[in-house]
C-alpha cells in the first residue's frame, strides 16, 4: 500500500546543507499534494514545504527564508528537499507526507493524510 520512506537527515554545523529525499509508493496518481513538515523537540509539528502535485508549484514556510527548495521526481517516485544555510532552528525531525483526498490544500498537516518515519536533522555549532 502507500509507503513513503524519508532518508538524508544527519548532523551538520550552521550554515551547511542537507539534502532529504522521500522515496514513495503506493500512492495514487490523483495525489494532490506532497510536502515537508517538522517537529522539534518540545514544538508542535509545522509546515516546511510542498508542491502542487499536478502543477509542481511550490509553497515554502516564511521561516525557509529562500533557504530550502522542494522538488518531484516522478520518474523515480521521490520528493526531495534541498536544504541550504541551515541554522540550528532548523533542527527537528522531518516528515515527508502525501495529501491524497483535498485539493488546494498544501500547507494543513492535518489534511495530509500518509506519513514517513521521519528523518532527523540536527544543526549544532
Known amino acids: 500500500q502507500v509507503q513513503l520512506v524519508e532518508s538524508g537527515g544527519g548532523v551538520v554545523q550552521p550554515g551547511d546543507s542537507l539534502t532529504l529525499s522521500c522515496g514513495h509508493s503506493?500512492?495514487?496518481?490523483?495525489?494532490?499534494?506532497m510536502g515537508w513538515f517538522r517537529r522539534a523537540p518540545g514544538k508542535e509539528r509545522e509546515f516546511v514545504a510542498s508542491l502542487n502535485s499536478i502543477s509542481y508549484e511550490k509553497y515554502y514556510a516564511q521561516f525557509v527564508r529562500g533557504r530550502f527548495a522542494v522538488s518531484g521526481d516522478r520518474a523515480n517516485n521521490s520528493l526531495i528537499l534541498q536544504m541550504d544555510g541551515l541554522e540550528p532552528e532548523d533542527t527537528a525531525v522531518y516528515f515527508c507526507?502525501?495529501?491524497?483526498?483535498?485539493?488546494?490544500?498544501?500547507?494543513?498537516?492535518?489534511?495530509?493524510?500518509?506519513w514517513g518515519q521521519g528523518t532527523q536533522v540536527t544543526v549544532s555549532s
Open positions: 503506493g500512492l495514487p496518481f490523483k495525489t494532490y499534494a
Open positions: 507526507a502525501a495529501n491524497r483526498f483535498y485539493a488546494g490544500i498544501y500547507t494543513d498537516s492535518r489534511l495530509f493524510d500518509s
